[in-house]
């Protein structure tokens, strides 16, 4: 059956289905990659992810907004998805921490979104399809022919170098809590705030650069540990963060990455990367630990992953390699170490804002391996 | 690590009978149970006293044990046995203090017995408040996490529990260790208060301790359920948020899943403290919930308690997330991890993750306060509700109007009919949690009340009552406009049912139903895939909605459309899943698609497991016909059962059939002929069968005529009800009158009234009929005499005082009314015999209460065989392939067959100061049975798995009316020879010496304390110097004097948990029960064994 258009704006997929519904947030139209997450909680951390840039996000769980937007959550200091997709706005706010409504905050961003019915419908239809091009049109002025056009000229998502529109511009430093103990580079490649909080609550010194820092500019602080973040985009294109993660391998300083991080470093040993189907996007999957076996739920984001063996260790040129886990649901690379060198990363997020907490454990890993940088393992593994 | 090879065979224990606080769920758990460990390969041994149960049917366990879950008995089970394992943690509380008390004897270590899927020192550290506190206060603290305990003191006496009180500050409420379903538990306002719950708690208490707490009413209240395994890998399976703030028992609250007023931050916190809390506990491997209030205004958050077992709310979870805890916890019991167990509903991601839900759900209590006349209708701490209703939808509002409906009571929905009233008397109305709270607030609304003013009143959370003023906005968009597609679209989006928006707009359910197929506004079907679409789903668990896309799988096999009986309530229970769950099973194996619709998250019938598809609907009319149009849409539908889930569904069977649905076995038109009184009656006059004289009236003058007719006392109800609802029997004009003004307003149905025949004995028959042949199940005889509904009564079969030629008119008198009435499939059939005359009571063409016990007793599934014959199949064919006997029947059992003694257990713990006397209204929650050689053996241990044990010594108090002063010197002799202390009222007393017993006599309550101080009996049965207590009722109720000393008597001996007889029919049987004891010839016998003696 066709359901009844109530609203009169529109989601327009690359392949023509459309989607109808009511304007949700700002009015316009924008345009972005499709894409949907499953996490029933923390949708202010979700918006305000930089790894969303570009992206047009669908929340699968139905009621959005019923804790409103409050001055603590905020992974970074804007919204970023392109547009927002949900069912059930909430039209009361409701925690004692909130400052504003959703609705109000998407609208203050001028972010563009759509409340409509058939969430599930789009989940199912990128679950079969893929990940593609969307556009949102909160008053659709022409035909949907040329709606559809106008989603198919926007910028596709493979090939597309997104990190240094999200990066600092410049350099600053998150001061360690307590007692420092170490001085940690951390590469803004779309880093959210979480991450370097839970470093700084681990006694680093937290030194975070901008997407386009080359090895020299890295190596100039002297940390005792370098970390590459998360990110949006297509990893192969880029190249300046591979060049730089080289020179940090070069020089023997420890290395962590999460995220687009670990495909940073899986580019800088060789490997390829892919785009998957429609990506991992939520706070509910497996990720076992090949070591321990050990199950971690964990909170994913990534559209592309790594491509590397999984039936034991593999040649780098830094040595010998491994995946060190895998997730559960599809066998996907979650992460890789080095067998000789001090230099690790994982696919998905420890910080988890929003998300389980099971993998925090990964930076007391890192900051296991500053400690002990003549070893390749972390201390107390996860 | 992987699944364990050193042990064989396991035993499992069930929960016992049906009772507030642990009903059906812990079915669902055990039976997940015990097929998943049949399937690894595992000897399974079961104890369970509840024969109405799935689990204890012979097929699901190597070792069926129907007997009385007592740490006595369950030794002797062990000990024949020799189980390698014992696995006590899906039975709910009673498996776990079975198991504890298991330990502490020394019973386990002595007969090399593992405990599996739980530990003693965890189980004691959940239970045990003080060290659990300690355990919150140091995970916090190393974790660096919010979380605290509630300011509290553990206290052992009254005077501890003032002196805390004082320092904690009133309100404080009062929580006895180690009770189930927060029996004994409340709010002391005051140090009355105080005195009266804190004494009632400690008494509760098998360790006679009570914890009294800050007060925390009103805070938010969440609930997580948990899953860790032997390498430590935790999930958190669900997220379930009370709508009733604290103060109201969980089981009593409307919750929601998930959480709904959570950010992640709040969230991420509480999932680390249950993760903790579980770790620190040591809660090995298995299920938890874990359950916490928030303060709404700082978010302070406080562990409140963790259960080491599956539960009701795990039950729950399952159905709301498809994850199947028990069946997951059973499995990690045995040694496998999370990632080693395939998710079923996906096949291809392991366990090891936390489900993703794109729906809401929602679930609603179902309470039967109008059987307990008097009983206090505030919710409180202390459970009350007898059963539960479950809805999904793709909104809140859409699943919350869902569940309303499925509660299948008047009343239960919003309705904008008529006037609300008065806005102040409403919200006043509002502040004292009470069914249907959430409708009172939806007529708040309607009067004008504000959010704010509402928040005031209720504590409920803001969020939520804006979803009440987005349903009110609706509900006036409706009454408002024209019903286009658009308005219509939203409508049903938002959950209104097509009744009513017909109430709204003045027409009539089927104009609208009518309007909306002609614009094509039917729901979609969803998947429950536990992962938001994320990946394919394999197993067909749908819920309707109005969304874009349906799911329903394309089939070609001929489908079968079971509706199962909706949430429990007294008198339609578990007894009814288990047909229907029969049927499904039988069905599938006969090469049908079976297919099920229900909407109680307790049962077997809606584990995801158990049919073909599963659909998790209300059983209204319009829900089930637009079930029944999916189906149709994607393949043949061969038949719908109507007959299997009691009342519910065959109060459906002839709309069905009017709107063109395949109704299989009994048609509806016969449904009617039973169910009609004239036209009964004239079945029955062409038999020749004789019925208690009677008649049927609308007006108060009418009943009057008939009842003068036929003289009194007469037996009134009104007609097309089960479990007795609104029967009474009645001695005089007045009461008659009263009895039919209150009848009006209860019921559209006219009202039967019966000549009551005093002094008959009650025979219950279940029989199948193929349109040839009869199979008669079994009969029943009741051990009470007539008056007492059948679902209260205990009863016998074989029946032990019926001869065969009693039997064999009984044959034919069922045959007749089966051939008469045109059954195809069950029938039950109540007779009362006086004088040597049988009477035909009334007759039932569905699926009974008592299919599961016959069929447990007499070694048949009558319900699948049931199912086969609706189908189609006949009795002779059934006989040949041996799912019936090749010859004879359940008339027919060898004359040494085991006697089974059915007893049923009601719930007056929960419901102080209701009186305990049976009459015609059914009030039993659930039963169990007695299986043993003899009557009196048999009787003893239906006493023992439903009320506790019978005394074999000390003092028994006799007290009856004057009608039964002859029938009780025999076995009040018999006490005394037993060496019981013989206490009594005088008149009784007088009796009794008249007859060579000597009874001390004892004041009565309206005597008051004698001149030197001599106590009454009441003080006396609440000192304890009471062991048995005989007490028959006489005088009319609510009146002074006889009735009234009976009626303190019964409560202070169910305040003291004393047996307490109050049938001279019943302590004739407790007396050859006592015997039996005293002789030491208490065995046991498994049902397989059982069923080889009966059928080879």
Redesign the interface.
């Given at each position: 059956?066709t359901?009844?258009?109530?609203g009169t704006a529109v989601l327009v997929l690359e392949d023509g289905r459309v989607?109808h519904g009511t304007p949700y947030g700002a009015e316009g139209e924008t345009f972005g990659e499709m894409v949907?997450s499953?996490?029933?909680?923390?949708y202010?951390?979700t918006l305000t992810d930089p790894s969303y840039h570009r992206q047009i996000v669908a929340m699968?769980?139905?009621?959005i907004g019923?804790?409103g937007v409050?001055d603590?959550?905020p992974e970074s200091s804007r919204i970023w998805v392109a547009g927002y997709v949900v069912?059930?706005p909430?039209?009361?706010?409701?925690?004692?921490?909130s400052r504003r409504s959703l609705d109000e905050e998407l609208r203050r961003q001028g972010v563009v979104g759509i409340a409509m019915?058939?969430?599930?419908?789009l989940?199912?239809h990128l679950?079969e399809r893929g990940a593609m091009r969307a556009g949102v049109f909160t008053s659709p002025a022409a035909p949907v022919e040329e709606l559809v056009e106008k989603v198919r000229s926007s910028p596709a998502m493979v090939g597309a170098d997104l990190a240094k529109e999200v990066s600092t511009p410049e350099p600053y430093v998150v001061p360690a809590h307590g007692e420092k103990r170490f001085t940690v580079a951390a590469v803004d490649l779309g880093i959210k705030a979480m991450t370097p909080y839970r470093m700084a609550e681990r006694g680093c010194e937290v030194h975070v650069l901008p997407a386009s820092a080359t090895a020299a500019d890295i190596l100039a602080l002297d940390p005792d540990g370098v970390f590459l973040s998360n990110g949006p985009g297509d990893p192969a294109t880029a190249d300046y963060a591979v060049e730089a993660v080289t020179g940090v391998l070069d020089a023997g300083t420890p290395v962590f990455g999460i995220c687009f991080g670990n495909q940073i470093l899986g580019r800088a040993l060789g490997l390829g990367t892919y785009k998957l189907r429609y990506g991992h996007r939520?706070?509910?999957?497996?990720v076992?630990d090949r070591r321990t076996?050990?199950?971690d739920?964990s909170a994913h984001n990534h559209g592309f992953a790594v491509q590397a063996p999984t039936d034991g260790p593999f040649d780098t040129p830094y040595g010998r390699a491994e995946v060190s886990h895998v997730n559960?649901?599809?066998g996907c690379v979650e992460g890789l170490r080095l067998l000789d060198r001090p230099a690790f990363s994982v696919q998905y997020h420890p910080e988890?804002?929003?998300?389980?907490?099971d993998a925090a454990g990964l930076f007391d890993e890192f900051c296991a391996l500053m400690a002990r940088p003549g070893t390749t393992e972390g201390g107390k593994s996860v | 690590m992987s699944k364990r090879t050193d042990i064989e065979s396991i035993m499992v224990i069930g929960s016992g009978p049906i009772v507030i606080g642990q009903a059906c769920e812990f079915d669902y758990s055990g039976t997940q149970a015990c097929r998943v460990l049949r399937a690894e390969g595992y000897r399974v041994v079961l104890v369970n006293s509840n024969p109405a149960t799935i689990m204890t049917d012979p097929e699901f366990a190597d070792a069926t044990y129907v007997e009385p879950i007592t740490p006595e008995i369950v030794e002797k089970i062990i000990a024949r046995e020799r189980p390698d394992a014992l696995l006590p943690t899906l039975g709910g509380q009673t498996a776990l203090n079975t198991a504890v008390a298991l330990h502490e004897a020394g019973v386990l270590k002595r007969y090399g017995v593992e405990l599996i899927g739980a530990d003693i020192d965890a189980i004691q550290a959940g239970e045990n408040r003080e060290l659990f506190k300690r355990i919150v206060a140091k995970v916090a603290a190393e974790h660096g996490l919010n979380a605290e305990s509630a300011r509290s003191a553990i206290c052992h006496t009254l005077p501890e529990c003032l002196d805390a009180a004082a320092g904690l500050g009133y309100p404080v409420v009062v929580r006895p260790s180690f009770t189930m379903g927060g029996a004994g538990s409340g709010f002391a306002y005051d140090e009355e208060d105080l005195h009266r719950i804190a004494g009632a708690g400690l008494d509760a208490s098998p360790t006679t301790e009570v914890l009294l707490e800050e007060s925390i009413l009103g805070w938010k209240e969440y609930e997580l359920e948990v899953m860790r395994d032997r390498a430590d890998n935790v999930v958190i399976v669900c997220s379930i948020e009370n709508i009733d703030p604290m103060g109201v028992h969980t089981g009593d609250s409307v919750t929601v899943a998930p959480a709904m007023t959570l950010t992640d931050r709040e969230y991420q916190n509480m999932r680390d403290v249950a993760i903790a809390v579980i770790r620190e506990v040591g809660v090995d491997t298995g299920g938890c919930n874990i359950q916490f209030a928030v303060d709404p205004r700082t978010g302070r958050m406080i562990v409140i308690e963790m259960n080491p077992r599956v539960s009701r709310s795990s039950a729950l979870a399952s159905k709301a997330t498809g994850f199947p805890i028990a069946k997951i916890a059973a499995k990690l019991a045995v040694g496998y991890t999370l990632d080693q167990i395939p998710n079923d509903i996906t096949r291809e991601t392991p366990a090891s993750f936390e489900p993703s839900l794109d729906y809401v759900v929602v679930k609603v209590p179902r309470f039967a306060f109008e059987k307990f006349a008097g009983a206090d209708q505030t919710l409180t701490t202390h459970m009350k509700s007898v059963g539960e209703a479950m809805a999904i939808g793709r909104s809140f509002p859409e699943a919350l109007q869902k569940a309303l409906r499925s509660l299948e009571k008047k009343g239960s929905s919003f309705g904008w009919a008529g006037d609300p009233g008065d806005k102040d008397a409403l919200l006043s109305a509002c502040r004292t949690p009470h069914d249907g709270r959430l409708r009172t607030m939806q007529q708040a609304i309607m009067a004008g009340a504000t959010l704010e003013e509402l928040y005031e009143a209720t504590s409920i959370d803001p969020w939520f009552l804006d979803q009440l003023y987005l349903i009110d906005e609706e509900a006036r968009a409706i009454g408002a406009g024209e019903l286009t597609l658009a308005a219509l679209t939203r409508a049903k989006g938002h959950g209104f049912s097509d009744a009513q928006i017909a109430e709204i707009r003045g027409v009539t359910e089927p104009e609208v139903r009518a309007l909306r197929h002609g614009l094509g506004v039917r729901p979609v079907y969803n998947t429950v895939d536990t992962c938001a679409a994320e990946f394919a789903a394999k197993t067909p668990y749908l819920y309707s909605t109005y969304d874009e896309e349906t799911e329903v799988p394309y089939g070609d096999r001929p489908k079968v459309i079971i509706l199962g009986s909706g949430p429990n309530r007294i008198g339609q229970g578990i007894e009814f899943d288990y047909a229907c769950v029969h049927a499904s099973f039988e069905l599938s194996a006969a090469g049908y698609e079976t297919v099920m619709v229900n909407c109680n998250p307790e049962t077997v019938s809606t584990d995801y497991d158990t049919s073909d598809r599963l659909y998790f609907e209300p059983l209204t009319l319009e829900d089930v016909l637009e079930v029944v149009h999916a189906e149709q849409q994607t393949g043949p539908v061969a038949g719908v059962i109507v007959q299997l889930g009691g009342q519910t569904p065959l109060g459906l069977a002839q709309a069905l059939k009017d709107a063109g649905v395949p109704v299989v076995g009994t048609s509806p038109e016969s449904i009617h002929l039973a169910e009609e009184r004239g036209a009964f009656g004239r079945v029955l006059a062409e038999a020749g069968l004789p019925a208690p004289k009677h008649g049927t009236a609308v007006t108060v003058e009418e009943a009057r005529a008939i009842a003068e007719e036929i003289g009194y006392p007469v037996l009134v109800r009104p007609s097309y009800v089960l479990g007795g609802a609104g029967m009474a029997i009645v001695y005089d004009e007045e009461t008659l009158s009263a009895y039919m003004a209150r009848a009006g307003a209860a019921s559209d149905h006219p009202v039967l009234v019966d000549r009551f025949l005093d002094e008959a004995i009650e025979i219950d028959v279940d029989a199948l009929y193929d349109g040839e042949e009869l199979y008669l199940g079994g009969v029943m005889e009741h051990i009470e005499e007539a008056g007492i509904h059948s679902g209260d009564s205990a009863c016998a079969l074989p029946p032990i005082t019926l001869g065969g030629f009693d039997i064999k008119r009984i044959r034919a008198a069922t045959e007749a009314i089966a051939r008469g009435v045109g059954v195809r499939g069950l029938l039950n059939v109540q007779y009362a015999m006086l004088a040597n005359v049988l009477y035909v009571l009334e007759a039932n063409p569905r699926a009974s209460r008592t299919v599961p016990f016959v069929s447990k007793a007499t070694a048949v599934p009558l319900a699948k065989a049931a199912a086969r014959v609706m189908m189609g199949t006949t009795i002779a064919a059934l006989r040949s392939e041996g799912m019936l006997p090749a010859e004879g029947d359940g008339g027919t059992l060898p004359l040494d067959a085991p006697i089974a003694v059915k007893e049923a257990v009601l719930p007056f713990n929960r419901f102080r100061g209701v009186d305990t006397i049976l009459g015609p209204e059914m009030r039993s929650t659930g039963e169990v049975m007695g299986i043993d050689e003899v009557f009196g053996t048999a009787y003893a241990k239906s006493q023992s798995a439903s009320y506790g044990s019978l005394p074999t010594k000390g003092r028994a108090f006799v007290s009856v009316a004057n009608r039964d002063k002859r029938a009780m010197i025999f076995p009040v002799k018999a006490l005394a020879d037993l060496g019981f202390e013989i206490l009594a009222t005088e008149g009784t007393a007088e009796v009794l010496r008249r007859n060579g017993v000597h009874a001390k006599i004892v004041r009565k309550q309206s005597d008051g304390v004698g001149t030197d101080g001599e106590p009454t009996i009441v003080t006396r049965i609440l000192d304890g110097e009471v062991d048995l207590i005989v007490n028959t009722p006489f005088g009319s109720p609510g009146q002074s004097g006889p009735r009234l000393d009976g009626y303190e008597i019964r409560t202070a001996a169910v305040l003291r948990g004393i047996p307490c007889v109050t049938t001279v029919q019943g302590l004739g049987a407790a007396v050859q029960g006592i015997q039996a004891i005293a002789a030491g010839s208490v065995g046991v016998r498994s049902l397989q064994e059982h069923a080889q003696r009966l059928r080879g």
């Open positions: 059956m359901l009844a258009t109530t989607f949907f499953t996490g029933m909680t923390g202010q951390e699968t769980a139905p009621h019923n804790t409050n603590e959550d069912r059930e909430a039209r009361v706010a409701s925690s004692w921490r019915p058939g969430t599930r419908a989940t199912r679950r939520g706070v509910n999957q497996p076992q076996g050990k199950v739920i559960l649901n599809d988890a804002a929003a998300g389980p907490h | -």
